[in-house]
């Protein structure tokens, strides 16, 4: 009997101490993952300097990278998560024959999160401000991709004197992924929703980028194993991303899309601007859920003609180029893209510049 007591007295113990066993094990391995990422962030500021500087707009720091020489500056505005080391193939071509910029939007690369709210208006506003800033006062060429190409479409019914072209490579239409988004909900998307907080995805991601679970899972995105993408892009691309402050950001900035959906539709003429429209022959790979090759090709047309109908809203619509065998992603970030990308952005160089000696002097 004494036995039998002390063996039942015994199993709640044995499982206390096991417990507290998995619990010493469990927070040793959190302080190592909290040890190497901090190792990991202080190698990366060490290998991988910002490639641009920090311009103050007066609520708060943006990078801004610009390299070569020539008027008019080209401005490079990057897809939703990416930011300005998205274009190391285009950016030395480009400074051959001109200046060219490229930025990080507020949160993300090397530029501080803005204080407040933050959707397409304030974006195109922090643009303007930053350009400013940085003395760049004369008409720009706008080259924008995906997000950055609507952003680019909301800063021509902001700041449409600060323009002298128009590069938009696939933009998403707003008006068809407005439609989309109401068949797959039960009510229609609203402009007006109320500011979305960050809640406890905030904390979360700042746990979660403090423990190195971002980098791991990046790392383990065959997408950027691509041999085809600049190794230091990729490099960059993950040391920026992982940070907490990125993280925050993006965990707001997912909630904000609708708005600029409405507000890239706020952009209803382009009015004179020279406009180009970018697109890649296989743009559909990496967008969209389709179940056959018959449904991707109905969208593609369809998104095609919307192109076409968004850039004959401006009188000086140079038309639609194609870029053979690039999909979403590929367009801007393959160096075998970037010539074809370029000849565009020359194009509309050249023509600002004829248009900048006035008639009889070319």
């Known amino acids: 009997m004494m036995s039998t007591v002390t063996t039942n007295e015994t199993r709640p113990r044995l499982w206390l101490r096991i417990l507290k066993f998995l619990l010493l094990g469990l927070l040793v391995l959190l302080i190592l993952a909290l040890l190497v990422e901090a190792f990991m962030r202080w190698r990366d500021t060490r290998a991988l300097p910002m490639p641009g500087q920090l311009i ?42 001109t200046r060219v910029c490229a930025f990080d939007r507020s949160g993300l690369g090397w530029s501080e999160p803005g204080p407040g709210p933050w959707d ?58 407005i439609a989309e988004f109401n068949d797959e909900r039960e009510k229609p998307l609203n402009r007006d929703l109320p500011e979305p907080g ?34 230091l892009a990729v490099k960059e691309f993950v040391s920026r991303s992982v940070r907490p402050g990125n993280l ?28 180009i429209f970018g697109y890649g022959t296989r743009s559909g790979e990496l967008l969209g859920d389709h179940s056959s090759e018959e449904e991707w090709r109905e969208d ?3 998104q095609y003609r919307a192109w076409q109908k968004t ?29 074809t990308i370029a000849a565009m952005v020359y194009e509309l160089v050249d023509l600002a510049r004829s248009d900048s000696r006035g008639p009889g002097q070319q």
Request: net charge negative; hydrophobic share 45%.
């Open 300 to 302: 593609s047309e369809a």
């Open 198 to 231: 960050c809640g406890t995805r905030c904390p979360m991601m700042m746990f979660a980028a403090a423990s190195g679970i971002p980098r791991w899972l990046l790392h383990s995105q065959n997408i950027l194993a691509d041999p085809q993408l600049p190794e």
């Open 311 to 339: 850039g004959q809203t401006s009188t000086r619509f140079l038309g639609m180029r194609k870029v053979e065998d690039a999909n979403h992603l590929s367009i801007v970030a393959y160096a075998k893209h970037a010539q």
């Open 56 to 97: 103050d707009i007066g609520s708060h720091q943006m990078h801004l990278w610009c390299e070569g020489s020539g008027a008019p500056t080209v401005v490079m505005d990057a897809g939703a998560i990416a930011f300005s080391t998205s274009w190391r193939s285009l950016m030395p071509l480009l400074a051959e024959r």
């Open 120 to 177: 397409g208006n304030t974006a195109a506003d922090e643009i303007a401000l930053l350009l400013g800033a940085a003395g760049e006062d004369e008409p720009v060429i706008y080259v924008g991709h995906s997000l950055g190409a609507m952003l680019g479409r909301i800063f021509a019914e902001r700041h449409r004197e600060r323009l002298a072209g128009l590069l938009l490579i696939e933009p998403a239409d707003p008006a068809i992924i």
């Open 248 to 275: 925050s950001h993006l965990a707001v900035m997912g909630k904000y899309f609708p708005r600029i959906f409405f507000q890239t539709a706020d952009n209803r003429s382009l009015g004179d601007i020279p406009v």
